[in-house]
């Protein structure tokens, strides 16, 4: 029997050994690090040119990704309430972005207004109730450079305003408004990322046919969250006009439902409260078929 003990350590041993094989053969799970570079890697590497990727502020959104490919499309549903001094402003809109060609994005938005006054205040000091304006834009990026993580563009927005409702269509339209911007965007490392939004809003007025010019520059601070398009920031919306500076700081986050869908959330703090006072926005987010998961669990 003492002969046969060799023979049966052997089996032993091999039957432990085809146990423990294929579990130390496994791939230790990636660290948020590891999925944070495997996701901007997949992000950036798709079908199509390379693409940096980049938060897109919630607010003032961009007219598509910075680098958008050819095929990628977008839809929002946004809502928001501004608490003003003498009425409350709720704010509807409804936008639908697509890129015909790489580089290359287009959107149409219709923003709806509604007011509620303040009891006490008069019926005829409270805006009317509209369809704000239809809003087309569209939206160049000229520089995608990978190694630098950096991105800029030219963008155009043509904002018809509508006539309020209590006089709509007398006339139909009330005023235009031309919006060049620029955007430039840098990520540093692989989640902090900055973006400035700037460019001349010149209003004109059809009754008149005044013009009126106001200056906008929104700066972006986000951290995006390792691994996800999760993140969160700041959005600072600037404005100068002839001489006055008015500023809102927009604390905002995104969070992924599922690959395709997001929701936003974003809190709006005005430094100084000449017109308004808080106000919340949130924005959904829905890219059809145009997100996979980049890592496998």
Known sequence: MASNLPLKIALLGSLLLGWISPILAQEPPLTDREKDSLYIERFEEGEGPVKVLHAEPLYIDLIRDLG????EKEWNLGLEITDNLDFDTYGALIEYEFAPINRLGFEIEFPFLFYQGRSGVPSDSIPS?????LKLATQWSFFVHEKWATSMALGYINELEFTEFRNFGNPLFKANIYNPFLIVAKRWGEN?????????????SFPDNDFHTVYELNANLHY???????FMGFEFNMEFDDGDFDMVIRPQMRIEIKGDLMIGIVAGIPVSRENERLSAF???????????????E
Do not use: C, F
């Open 282 to 296: 949130t924005r959904i987010i829905w890219e059809p078929g145009s997100w996979v998961t980049p890592y496998e």
């Open 192 to 204: 902090y990322h900055t973006l400035i939004y700037t460019g001349p809003q010149i209003e004109q």
């Open 68 to 71: 958008a490919r050819k095929g």
């Open 129 to 133: 109730d509209e369809l704000e304006s």
């Open 224 to 230: 995006m969250v390792p691994g996800t398009r999760n």
